[in-house]
C-alpha cells in the first residue's frame, strides 16, 4: 500500500509540472564553467532514480574532446524521466536523441553526477551545413530565461561552427 500511496503521490507530482527558470549563461562562461566539452553520440539511455527525483542517464560515446579527458563513454543525467512505473518532468530540460550527433558542455556534480550545464543551454545538435564545415545548434530555451540581476530576457538560441568553438575555447585556455 505504501508503494501505491508513493507512486500516486509522484504521478501527481509529475502532472503539475511547475516553470522552470534558468540564468541565461555566455558561451564564454559556458566555457570556463564546464567540466568538459565534448563532441559525440547519445548510444543508450535509461531511467533512474536517485533519492527523491527521477532523472534520464544518456551514455554517451565521446568522439573529440575539447576540454576535459577520457573517458571514451560517459553517462549524462538529465532531470525528469521515467523509472518504473513512476514519471517526472521539468520544464527546460533537453531530450536527447540515440545515434545523433551532439556538442556537449557537461558539468560534473560533487558526487560525480555528469549533467548539461544551464539545461538545454549547453547542449548542441551538430550537423555539416554545405560546405562541409561541421555547425553547432541550439535552439531558444524551453523555460523561463533570467539574467544576473533576475530580470526576464529573451533567448534566441545560438548557431557557430565547430571551428569558431575550437578558437573560443583556446582563446580561454582550456583545451585539453
Do not use: C
Not at 507512486?7 to 511547475?18: C, D, K, N, T, Y
Not at 559556458?30 to 568538459?36: E, P
Amino acid at each position: 500500500m505504501r508503494s501505491l500511496t508513493l507512486i500516486l503521490g509522484l504521478l501527481a507530482a509529475a502532472a503539475i509540472s511547475p516553470a522552470t527558470t534558468i540564468e541565461r549563461m555566455s558561451m564564454d562562461e559556458m566555457i570556463a564553467k564546464s567540466t568538459r566539452i565534448v563532441r559525440g553520440e547519445a548510444v543508450s539511455v535509461e531511467g533512474v532514480r536517485r533519492g527523491g527525483m527521477i532523472y534520464t542517464d544518456y551514455t554517451f560515446r565521446v568522439q573529440e574532446t575539447l576540454k576535459g579527458g577520457p573517458p571514451e563513454t560517459l553517462r549524462l543525467s538529465v532531470p525528469g524521466g521515467v523509472h518504473g512505473a513512476a514519471r517526472q518532468s521539468f520544464a527546460g530540460t533537453p531530450a536527447l536523441r540515440l545515434s545523433r550527433e551532439y556538442v556537449v558542455f557537461v558539468w560534473t556534480s560533487r558526487s560525480g553526477v555528469n549533467h548539461i550545464i544551464g539545461l538545454s543551454q549547453g547542449l548542441f545538435t551538430a550537423g555539416l551545413n554545405e560546405a562541409g564545415e561541421r555547425v553547432l545548434r541550439r535552439g531558444p530555451a524551453s523555460s523561463h530565461v533570467v539574467d544576473k540581476n533576475g530580470k526576464e530576457v529573451a533567448d534566441s538560441g545560438v548557431e557557430l561552427t565547430w571551428g569558431e568553438l575550437v578558437r573560443r575555447v583556446r582563446g580561454a585556455g582550456v583545451v585539453r
